[in-house]
C-alpha cells in the first residue's frame, strides 16, 4: 500500500502543479484586466462565464482518453493508444471548430441577462479574440489526457508552468499598449489568451518524439476519422463533459442569481468560490491520478489492485477534506483580507466560510469519487448522481434560502447551503457506486470493452 501511495503521489504531484498554473493564468487574467479598468475586469469575467463552461463540454468529452489509454497500458497493448489517440485529434478538431464558432455568437445570453452594452462590448471583444486560440487549446488538452494515460504527468506541468509567464507578458503587452503595440484593454486579454494557446501545442508538438510517445505508434501512420474507435471515446467521454459542464454552469448561474443581491454578496461568493477552487485542485488531481491507477490495473485485470487503488485515494482525500475544513474554520477571519479590504465583504465572507468549510468534506470526497469511477470507465452513471445533485438540489434549495422564497431571506449564505446539500448527495451516491462497481466483475469488464 505504501508503494501505491507513492505511485499516486508521483502521478499527482505534476498533476496539482499543473492545475495551479492555469488558476495563475485565470488570476493573472482577472488582475492586470482589472488594474486597467473595473469595466474590462467585468467584461472578461462575463466572457469567462461564457467560455470556460463551453470549454469543459468538449474538453471534457476528450479526458476520456486518459482512462482509454491507461487501460491500454494495463493490457500491455501500447500499440493501439497511438491509434486512438489519432482518432481524439480528429474530435479535437471538430469540436474546436464548434467552440470556435459557438463563442463568438454570445450575444444573446449577455443581452437575455441584460448585462450593460458597453460590457457587452468588452465581453464580446474578448470572446472573438479568445476564440482563435481555442482549436489549439482542444487539440493540446488532446494530447496531454494522452501523456497523463500513459503516466507521463511532469511534460504537462512543465508546459503549463511555461505557459504562465508568457501569458503575463502578452496580457501586459496586448492590455496597456506597449512597444508600439495599440492599447486594446480586455480585448487585449483575448488575445493574449489566443496566442498562450497555440503557445501551449507548439511546445507540446515539439515534444511529441519522446520515446514513451512513440513506442505507441502514434507517428507511424496517417489514419482518417473512424467510426468504432471514435464512437468509444464519445460513450466514455460525453458524459464526462457534460458532467464538467453542468457543475460549471450551476455555478455560473449562481454568480449571476447573486448579483440581484448586492455588491456585498457579490464579492464574498467570489472570495469563497476563489477559496473553494483553490482547495478543490488537490482532491479533483488526486481523482485524476486515481484514474490512471484504477485504468492500469482494469487493463491488467487485476480487480483487487483497482480496488484497493480506490480505497486508498478515498482515505487519503477524506483526511484532505478534514484539514481543509480546519484552515477554513480557523482562517475563516483572515482570509478574506487577503482578497478585499471592506470590512463588510470581509465580515460576510467569514461567515460564508463556515458553510464552505462544511462543504469541503463532501465536495472533495466526491471528486476522488467521480475520479476513480472515470478509470473504470463508469461515467454515464455519475452523470446523472451529479446533475440531480446540482441541478435538481442545490439550485432549487439555493434559490429558496437564497432568495427567501418559502421563508428567511439567507442571502449567499442559502446558495452555499444548497451547493452543500448538494454535493453531500453528489458524495454519498458516487461512494456507494464506488462500492458496487468495485466489487462487480462483469460490469468493469463491460466498461472495460467499450
Known sequence: MNAEFRKLARLSGPMIATQFFIMGMGFVDTAMSGQYSSLDLAGVALGGVILWPLFMLFSGVLTALTPMVAQAVGSENRTSVGPLIRQGAWIALIFGGMLFTLVRFAEPIFVLFQVPDDVIVIAMAYLSAASWGLPAVVLYVTLRYACEGLGQTVLPMLIAGSTLPVNAALNYVLIYGVFGLPELGGEGCGWATAITMWFELSVMLLVIKRPWLLDTGLLDRFDWPRFDPMSSIFRVGVPIGLTLFLEMTVFALISLLVGSIGVTAIGAN???????????????????????????????KDYQAAAQVARLTIFVSAAYAFLAFAVLILGRDDLPKIYSSDAEVVALTADLLLIVACYQLFDCT????????????????????????????????????????????????????GLGLGVAWIAGFALLRVIQTSKNVERIERFAAV
Open 270 to 300: 467570489t472570495i469563497a468560490g476563489n477559496l473553494n477552487w483553490f482547495v478543490f485542485v488537490i482532491p479533483m488531481s488526486l481523482g485524476s491520478a486515481a484514474s490512471i491507477r484504477v485504468g492500469f490495473y482494469v487493463g491488467a
Open 366 to 417: 466526491q471528486a476522488t469519487l467521480i475520479g476513480i469511477l472515470r478509470g473504470y470507465k463508469d461515467t454515464k452513471i455519475p452523470m446523472f448522481i451529479s446533475w440531480s445533485g446540482y441541478w435538481l438540489l442545490a439550485l432549487p434549495v439555493g434559490l429558496i434560502l437564497g432568495w427567501g422564497l418559502l421563508g428567511p431571506n439567507w442571502g449567499v449564505l442559502g446558495f452555499w447551503v
